[in-house]
């Protein structure tokens, strides 16, 4: 299979996440539901789905927008 190409939100999402310091990281982690000794992780792509949804980028606006 060949690799693809990221889409403009997962290119979004990767920007945004870089763009945190390693305390906001965790801060958005925690957001996503991180807890110590948790049975689940989120992900830097579940805490970049929550910031979206927190700055009224739902998926609507995933679903239309066009492929990067």
Request: aromatic share 10%; net charge neutral; glycine share 10%.
């Amino acid at each position: 299979m060949e690799p693809r190409s990221p889409t403009a939100d997962e290119q979004a999402g990767m920007q945004w996440w870089n763009s945190l310091t390693e305390a906001a990281r965790a801060k958005a982690l925690e957001a996503a539901g991180w807890k110590s000794g948790g049975a689940w992780t989120p992900s830097a792509a579940d805490a970049w789905t929550l910031h979206k949804k927190c700055m009224g980028l739902g998926f609507q606006e995933q679903w239309n927008s066009k492929p990067g």
